[in-house]
């Protein structure tokens, strides 16, 4: 029996790949960063075969010691970021557009000005919003010469990341997308399980460039690692996929991601909870013909803030550095800083809002401004957890969290702190990647079933609230002061 899954987790500045055993442990982790383009304000782009040669990179650094023992390949990807590429050549058209690009603000506004709003939320469970990939399709097609007529003669070929790596994968064989990656994209029913003809008709996007749709977990086609064809057996966006990950089966169940973006999906079992406070309902996964869904709320800015103190600001040299120096002051000294530097997700959604830093004095330091930062992150994920208890009608036990930051102690006890909550972090907190070597393992039987996998999740550390109510209610008000003065005019207005 082959020993080892393969994990590929495609991610908003770096490609990874691991390889875990078969007890979920990782054995042999492989990363390498990639460009970051900015043309103009708000807009951000990737290069698409940048994507694919680093991602096919670690990939086959990872598995160099495992072959002829890999089992299959999983797929987690940096969800909405959309490419559109050529069927034949294989080439794309344009830079991938990333998710936190905001050149499609405009139109969104002009969708929800001509009454699409509620509509599109009912059939998508989504918001209006740049943040999601049909408005990007349909940009590069309005704004790329040639393109538009290209598809129109059904060309060209639209992807998510998940369907742009299983393209690469295999040598162009395959064109399809997940459950959970098409739910992102404002074009895809999520009670019927299909594209929306009308939704493309709206946006004037030809269907011939859309995947196959597929659950999350079995065999969609086969790569080749050192001449082995190894099946590409499990599929899901990287949020879901850590929901997964994080064996968070149960409804109630909450993961919160702390990754580039920061994002909290909660598992609302086989019916959609339609949210009356801006957040999102969207496919959780699906494992054969059973569908779970998951209310989910997003932080466009979480992990790349501490990149801005580091590459701006010159306050720190590695990332791991910024809990050290946070932890030089007791407190924030009054300084609060709302990362909107692409705009504010849930439940603000305001795609013209910018950053700020407020409360700044004489006396304040790099470490103020530090702990502001990182304390900005656990405050949004405080807002999001408000709408969440509302929707749902119960309030948060706990909090299971992964990604990166979730190794910051200073941070989780913080977010405790401010939540009121235990917070739970695991002993893998690469939970993403875990995820989608979960969904790949138990389509091709290495693992037999969900209970088998679930006995492998095990706590690492629990943070528990230990700031007194009147602190956390001053916290709170001067945050919530910070937010007000960061919305745009056009937020206020509205």
């Known amino acids: 029996m082959k020993k080892y899954v393969l994990s590929l987790d495609q991610g908003t500045s770096s490609s990874r790949a691991i390889v875990f055993d078969h007890d979920g442990v990782p054995q042999n982790v492989q990363q390498k960063e990639f460009t970051q383009y900015f043309p103009q304000p708000g807009w951000v782009e990737h290069d698409p075969l940048e994507i694919w040669s680093s991602e096919r990179e670690v990939m086959l650094r990872a598995a160099s010691d495992y072959t002829g ?60 919003d740049a943040y999601f990939s049909g ?30 790596l299983v393209w690469n994968l295999t040598g162009g064989a395959v064109h399809v997308t997940d459950v959970t990656n098409a739910s992102r994209t404002m074009l895809f029913n999520i009670h019927t399980l299909a594209w929306d003809d009308e939704l493309l008709s709206l946006l004037h996007i030809p269907a011939s460039m859309m995947p196959k749709v597929c659950s999350n977990s079995e065999v969609y086609g086969y790569a080749d690692i050192f001449g082995e064809q190894v099946p590409i057996a499990g599929m899901a966006g990287d949020q879901q996929s850590a929901l997964f990950g994080q064996m968070c089966t149960e409804p109630g169940a909450v993961k919160n991601t702390y990754g580039t973006g920061c994002f ?32 989910e709320g997003s932080i466009f800015v979480a992990g790349s803030v501490v990149q801005l103190l580091r590459n701006l600001f010159g306050f720190i040299k590695i990332r791991d550095e910024i809990e050290g120096l946070a932890s030089t002051v007791p407190d924030n000294g009054g300084v609060y800083f709302v990362p909107a530097l692409t705009g504010l997700g849930a439940p603000y959604w305001d795609q013209y809002a910018r950053g700020g830093i407020y409360g700044i004095t004489r006396g304040t330091t790099s470490a103020h401004i530090a702990r502001a930062a990182l304390e900005g992150i656990a405050f949004q994920t405080m807002d999001i957890v408000s709408a969440m208890e509302k929707d749902a009608g119960v309030p948060l036990t706990e909090l299971k969290v992964d990604g990166g930051a979730s190794r910051n102690n200073l941070l989780m006890q913080f977010q405790s702190d401010i939540l009121g909550t235990q917070v739970i972090r695991p002993e893998v907190t690469e939970t993403t990647a875990l995820g989608a070597a979960y969904l790949a393992g138990l389509a091709v039987g290495f693992w037999n079933d969900v209970e088998e996998v679930k006995h492998q999740w095990k706590v690492e550390s629990r943070f528990v609230p230990q700031a007194d109510v009147e602190t956390v209610a001053c916290l709170k008000e001067h945050w919530h002061d910070a937010v007000e003065r960061t919305l745009s005019k056009k937020a206020n207005q509205s």
Do not use: H
Request: glycine share 8%; with cysteine.
């Open 264 to 295: 909290l999906l909660m598992n609302s079992g086989d019916k959609p909870i339609e949210s009356k406070n801006k957040l999102l309902t969207t496919i959780a996964w699906q494992l054969g013909d059973k569908v779970n869904y998951a209310l």
């Open 69 to 128: 023992d890999i089992a299959a390949i999983g797929i987690t990807n940096q969800r909405e970021t959309t490419i559109v590429w050529d069927a034949a050549t294989g080439k794309p058209v344009y830079n991938a557009i990333v998710w936190q690009d905001r050149r499609t603000a405009e139109y969104c506004d002009q969708l929800k000005a001509a009454g699409w709003m509620d509509k599109i939320c009912r059939k998508t469970g989504l918001l209006v």
């Open 135 to 164: 408005t990007k399709i349909r940009w590069i097609l309005e704004n790329v010469p040639g393109v538009r007529e290209r598809a129109e003669r059904g060309e060209l070929r639209f992807g998510t990341v998940d369907s742009w």
